[in-house]
């Protein structure tokens, strides 16, 4: 029997007149990595501030680890493990007090902290870095930091809001790496992003939102398998002169999609494709062909790009 | 004790943070009442007593129980305002902070626990040095510690329930410059209330500050006579700053769960 850690049905968040989360329902189960996907927005932050119970719910039912955040948000955040979008850290603490903090605000004892700290210094590779200033660190060790600060309590539940927005590629490379391990380790967690490869990477199951609403909710391997072809064809072609190719090509693919630089083609057969479009005397400057990704996902399920 | 476990937490966080500052502080508590004292007491105070229809006691009596209500004041003031907004806004503790089991209320009443402290500190360091200057006794200065550290909660939980409902620090600076500057003046620390304009004293008498001041000399300077102290009894005093640091925990509490939990 798998067993449910949160479970949404009708979470509504208004702020006055607008509605952020839009009457969502999902559950997250025990052991899985679970993803919000969408755009700047879409309403992920709120529900990630709902579950935290740092928001309170507008309308609808909601309970975490069973209990009522609305009633019981200290125990449900003594099982918590909260990575927020922007770091808090301390700055004028050393990375080591920023640990030792968070552990006495869970109410552990000063010697279960110092065992746990050396640990997840090792866990965040920053076991050299005990004893510096949070503000002397980069971008990518704060945000391993605040990772490993999250899982000081040892938490059921780890909730990740945008863990890699703002780092550099090798950075977030390292970081998923950390995540990954986490995972093995059978770690509940909830992750948000706006980055297709992260959900990808990550997450075992999704949801896609998109202004408040669920749009979509499977594995990120069957929603691309319901959603979109196997292969997409980018097209780009001579600056100004994308519109009249665009007639020529009516029909040569399962589905397009025009966008302001380039044309996809959405195919289960990119060679054919790529035949037909020969065949009728089309020459596009730059031809792409690769697997559909979330990304095209979430381009057919919404009309619009993840990323503007 | 389970109410306070949350509290407690954050006082350890403060301290640990002033670890790393307390020789600043630590050291402007000793030097500014002495700078204080010696300029207004001794250096003003040579010119006062040596005038017609005198206190009773010597300026320099008068003024440094004024200024150890004042400091108090200034010190749980500055307590309320920009660590609080720093808190909030700029460093953003507190939000990750309540991300833990620690409500928005536990880092109310953690920082006002704080607050007893420092004040402690700063009073007793306040009085011992007015003491050493010949200003006070030993004995009735420390127990004007008390109530002096009273004033300055009163000060510290409002201000810290007003930061809690400001966009930015802009309005705080308008609150010392025009709040926080003309009570240091007018409340009776430098010269007695009766020497305002008549139609300025019932407002004087209404500020927070009069009473810390008036609290602190009856504590401190015992047997002063209406030259130095009103006839108002020291429940009034007491009643009223307990009143108002009430109301103000409370409200500042509330505020800072709306302030943070949106």
């Known amino acids: ?308 | 004790m389970t109410a306070l476990r949350g509290p407690i937490r954050v006082v350890e966080s403060e301290l640990l943070g002033y670890k790393r500052t307390w020789r600043g502080t630590a050291i402007s508590s000793f030097v500014n009442p002495l700078l204080f004292l010696t300029a207004m007491g001794l250096g003003v105070g040579s010119m006062v007593d040596s005038g017609e229809g005198g206190l009773g006691i010597s300026y320099l009596a008068f003024v440094a129980t004024g200024l150890m209500a004042a400091s108090a004041m200034q010190n749980g003031a500055a307590d309320g305002a920009f660590p609080v907004m720093a808190g909030i806004k700029w460093r953003k503790s507190f939000e990750g902070a309540i991300a833990t089991p620690i409500s928005p209320a536990d880092i109310v009443v953690g920082r006002f626990l704080w607050s007893i402290v420092r004040l402690t500190f700063i009073l007793v360091v306040f009085g011992a040095i007015a003491t050493l200057l010949d200003a006070m006794e030993f004995v009735p200065a420390m127990k004007a510690v008390p109530p002096g550290v009273l004033t300055g909660l009163a000060f510290t939980t409002s201000i810290t329930a007003f930061t809690v409902t400001r966009e930015n620090e802009t309005s705080l600076s308008t609150l010392f410059r025009f709040g926080i500057i003309p009570l240091f003046l007018f409340s009776g620390t430098f010269f007695p209330i009766s020497q305002l304009p008549g139609f300025l004293q019932p407002i004087a008498y209404a500020t927070p500050l009069f009473h810390g001041v008036e609290l602190v000399r009856k504590f401190a300077l015992p047997g002063a006579d209406s030259t130095v102290v009103t006839a108002i009894p020291v429940w009034v005093h007491l009643v009223y700053l307990v009143a108002l640091t009430a109301v103000s925990l409370y409200l500042a509490s509330r505020w800072l769960e709306k302030r943070l939990k949106k």
């Open chain 1, 1 to 308: 029997m798998t067993e449910a850690l949160v479970e949404a049905r009708g979470l509504t968040k208004k702020f006055e007149d607008f509605v952020a989360v839009d009457s969502i329902d999902f559950d997250i189960i025990k052991g899985e990595a679970f993803g919000f996907l969408g755009p700047n927005g879409a309403g992920k932050t709120s529900t990630m501030k709902m579950i935290t119970t740092v928001s309170p719910i507008t309308d609808g039912k909601m309970t975490v680890f069973g209990l009522d955040p609305t009633t019981q948000g200290r125990a449900i955040r003594q099982r918590l493990g909260v990575v927020p979008q922007e770091d808090n850290l301390d700055l004028e603490l050393t990375v080591a007090e920023n640990l030792y903090i968070y552990g006495r605000y869970h109410d552990m004892s000063r010697a279960s902290i110092r065992e746990r700290i050396v640990e997840l210094l090792d866990f965040a590779q920053l076991s050299d870095r005990a004893d510096a200033k949070v503000d002397s660190l980069s971008g990518g060790m704060k945000r391993r930091l605040t990772i490993a600060r999250a899982l000081i309590n040892d938490p059921d539940l780890v909730i990740l809001d945008e863990p890699t927005t703002g780092l550099d590629p090798q950075a977030r490379h390292a970081l998923w790496d950390r995540l990954y391990r986490l995972k093995q380790r059978g770690a509940t967690l909830i992750i948000t992003t706006h980055y297709m490869d992260e959900a990808e990477q990550l997450c075992d199951r999704l949801v896609v939102m998109d202004q408040g609403k669920i749009v979509a909710e499977d594995s990120p391997r069957k929603l691309i398998q319901t959603h979109a072809p196997r292969e997409v064809v980018e097209l780009r072609f001579e600056s100004g002169t994308q519109d009249e190719h665009v007639l020529k090509l009516d029909g040569v693919a399962q589905r397009t999609e025009v966008l302001a630089d380039r044309m996809l083609l959405y195919t289960d057969d990119a060679e054919a494709t790529q035949q037909e479009i020969e065949r009728r005397g089309v020459h596009p400057e730059q031809v792409l062909v690769r697997r559909s990704t979330l990304e095209d996902v979430f381009l057919k399920l919404t009309g619009r790009r993840l990323i503007d």
